[in-house]
Structure formats: structure tokens, C-alpha cells
């Protein structure tokens, strides 16, 4: 049976090479501003306890409120009351006999912050033990001042920049103490880069790593190491590698640091049904379907960052003058969020007019990363914009 195909080409990212070696901060900006993260609490199932073999951080976001006093708890009720956005939220879901999460839906969980929660649950992986139903996982969140954020975490706030750029203090306290960026900066005159796709990407994780090192007179690096990263030892090896074969204007410096990043590898979207089998009793919708205005086709944002594919089975209805309503969602895979988003596109589309109209129309939507299944082309960090 034919259905919807929706292809979401991930952006491929340039590379653009930077004015200096350093970690240049961007201008000074204005405003209290706060990281703002979530901490996993354990995966309760009907089952028992279910441990995971890897359990994925929701990206973090920038929180413009006032941070919580220093006596407060991560989200304490006073905070929470202030702002709905920091109440903790409850994702339930069934994990599958491979250890993969599925049907995932939010409970409790305030969009505003935590775009990420679901998509990072999706990304995650726990120990195999067969089939579990009934599981919850509860994300407390957590704000913290950038003067007090951890270096690793800002700076991995910068690959994704959920919620804008990091202000100018964040900044600050990811450059280390050196003059590679006095200025005049040195220029690189050859700025290696490693083979990213012979390296192996995680699946639904973008890979980082910075690499820090220092520059002799003649212009080449030296004593260079990964100090921050995902911890994938590929490419860690390989960053290294091509900072060692870089060189630069002549001048000894110090403190420069430089960070790399790959796409993740790919999660394939579960085993769908065919449409028909969820089709409803008395359905009156013979294909092909006459579509006037095809579905506005796009992808959901933040499954799309992590490479996650899915799909959604809808249902619905057509006037005779060939409107779309009743759009019902049957059934949505890896989670929910697949379907909402194939509610909000079929509503996008338009029959031709017909004598009678039909119902019980049958819709598959798949959410694929590419042509192949594969993601697009990776690259360095891009750099933050020059003061």
C-alpha cells in the first residue's frame, strides 16, 4: 500500500576556518543568564528497576531567570512556582527484548526547556533482559550559574546553542590562560582536518572533542591533547592528529585550544505495520488517494539533531470540497512526538473535490535522515564570531 515518504536532509556543516587558533569569545552581552540541565533519576518499570548500558544527556539550555539561591535544591518549589518551565519532567515508555526505548510519551514535561528529553531517551540504550511495559524515568532540572558551569558543559552547549549563544561570560571561562588569541592572532596556513567518515560515529550522540595545545616559533603545534569530548577515542586520536599537522604563522604561542565534531550515527526507525492493518472498521477511502496539496513535508527538530528516524500511522477524514479533518493518530514510533508531528503536517494537505468526500483514510508518515539512511557530512566545530 502506498504511503508518505518524509525525507529530512540533515544540513550538511561547512567548515569555516577561523581567524586565530584560539577560543575567541563573542561581544558582551546583556542580561542574567543561567545553564540549565536535567539529571535522570532510575528507570522503574512493571517489570523492576531497569538498568541502562547508556543512558543519554538531554542537551542543555539557557535559562534566563535568576539562578536559585545557594541554600536551594536544583528545582526547588519556590523556583518551580516562578517558572513552570523548571518543574521536574516524567517520560513513560516500554523497552523492547534489544534494550531499546519505544513508545515514548511525555508526562509533566515543559517544552519550553526540555525540547531534548525524549529525543535523548530515544538515543539511550539499557541492558538486555527482555521486554519491559510500564517504565518511567523522572528528569530533575538543574540551573546553574555560568561562572559556576562546568567547562565541558558549556562548551558542549556551544555544538548545540538550544536556546541561542553562549553569552559572553560562558565564553570567557571556556578560553584558557595564553596569548593565542592576542591579537594579532596567528593565521593558520594549513588547517588539517581528519577523514570524518572513517571514524566511527555514535549512534544519536554528536562526538566532540577539544584539543588543546601550543605553538612554537616557527608556527607548528605542539603538545597536543583532547582535554574535553564525548570520549570517543577515534576521534580523539584523529583530532589530535590533525592539529599536529597544522601549521600556522610564525610566533610562539600558548593556550590555544580547537574543537572538532561528528554527526551521529543514524537510529533506524522500528518495524512499522502496513496502514491497512490499522485501517477503521467501515473506512470509505479507496487509493490512490487524490492529494491536491501534498503534505508539507518536515522533520521533527530535535529528533532530526540526533539523527533518530520514526514513523506515524494517522487516520483521517475528507469533505467533499477535499478539507482534512479528524486527523487521529494510530499508532507512532519511537515516540509520540512522531505522530503529533504527522497530525500537524497531514493537516498541511488538501484533496480534490469529490461528490461525496471519504473517511477512514489511512496514512503512513516515515521520518527518514537521508537518501540512504545515512547521515549527512561532518566537520569541525564552527567557531565563535570574533569581538
Known sequence: MPFVTLAAMAAAQLFVPRPGPGHIPPPASTGTRSLL????????????VATGQALRRPLAHMYWGPPPSPNSSPASSSSSARDPGLRPGVLRFDIDDTGRPLSIRREGVSAPYAPDLAPALAASRFADGGKRTGCTITYTPRVTPLDQAPVADLIAYTLSRESGPLPQEGWARTRREGNCDTRPVPQPLLRALPDFRKLPATPGVKDWAMVDYEIDAEGQPRQASVTHGTGNKALDQAAITAVEQSRFTAGARTGCRYPYWMAPATIAAPPAPAPGDLAPA??????????????????????????????AIVSFDVAP??????VKVLAAQPAEDFGTHAVQLMRTARFQPSAAGRSGCVERVNFVTGPNGTPEPTAPLPPPPEH
Request: charged share 20%; net charge positive.
Open 321 to 326: 470540497w477535499g478539507d482534512i479533518g479528524n
Open 282 to 311: 467501515g473506512a470509505s477511502c479507496a487509493r490512490p488517494y487524490p492529494y491536491a496539496t501534498a503534505p508539507r513535508l518536515t522533520y521533527p527538530v530535535a529528533y532530526n539533531r540526533r539523527q533518530i528516524e520514526g514513523w
Open 37 to 48: 540541565s536535567w539529571t535522570p533519576a532510575d528507570v522503574r518499570c512493571d517489570q523492576g
